[in-house]
């Protein structure tokens, strides 16, 4: 596709649930970043990858959180007993090397009940 | 400790005129900086990055300077129009890390 798209586009879950968020990167693109955002904040890094290895996972905030890219490409960013406190924008984001221009997703809004 | 600012408070500006975003960072040592717009519900949208040994870079109607010594790097839109009007996010590239860190951004309201 033209640019990176993120599925679902919204997800409302209850407490204590599992859920799934995935992310297209832009064909050819080698890495791939996942942020969160809050409301009326600007977007904070969880995550990137560098191909299919995760090479920095230190804004991930606890280990509830987990994301993988098995094949180098679509990446796939795991919550496990989700938290009220989880809801916000999650922004995936593609660029053609690490240092490169970063191109966002349209994101998916988390809502935790 | 580490920040990037931006104004929080909304900039409103009248069509035609020339809105200045303003961002500010300290204990950061940026390979280059980016600008963004936002618009409510969506993901940012890349608009201009300027690296750290550039002084000034324009697109259009967008102008971004970069002052690594005063730590500040200026956002400019010529001309405005109502459409314009969105939230700005400017983020840096710590040298050395590969992640981009923002700001909270800045609302620009252009009145017809």
Not at chain 2, 31 to 40: G, I, K, N, T
Not at chain 2, 87 to 101: I, P, R, S
């Amino acid at each position: 596709g033209a640019g990176v798209s993120q599925t679902p586009s919204n997800k409302v879950t209850e407490k204590g649930k599992y859920v799934e968020l995935r992310c297209d990167p832009i064909s050819g693109h080698t890495a791939l970043y996942w942020y969160r955002q809050s409301l009326g904040q600007g977007p904070e890094f969880l995550i990137y990858f560098q191909g299919t290895g995760a090479a920095d996972d230190s804004g991930l905030p606890n280990d509830r959180f987990f994301a993988v890219r098995p094949e180098g490409s679509v990446s796939t960013l795991k919550i496990q007993r989700t938290e009220r406190g989880d809801s916000a924008m999650y922004l995936c984001a593609s660029s053609s090397f690490l240092g490169e221009t970063q191109y966002f997703g349209p994101g998916t809004r988390l809502l935790v009940l | 400790s580490q920040k990037i600012e931006q104004n929080s408070e909304a900039l409103n500006i009248q069509e035609g005129k020339t809105a200045t975003l303003t961002c500010n960072y300290t204990n950061y040592s940026p390979a280059y900086l980016q600008w963004y717009r936002q618009d409510p519900g969506r993901g940012p949208v890349f608009l201009l990055l300027i690296r750290e040994n550039e002084k000034e870079k324009r697109k259009e109607r967008l102008k971004v300077t970069f002052d690594t010594t005063l730590k500040q790097s200026l956002f400019h839109i010529t001309a405005s129009q109502p459409a314009d009007s969105a939230t700005y996010l400017c983020a840096l590239e710590n040298t050395g890390f590969q992640k981009l860190v923002f700001g909270t951004g800045t609302r620009l309201l252009v009145s017809p």
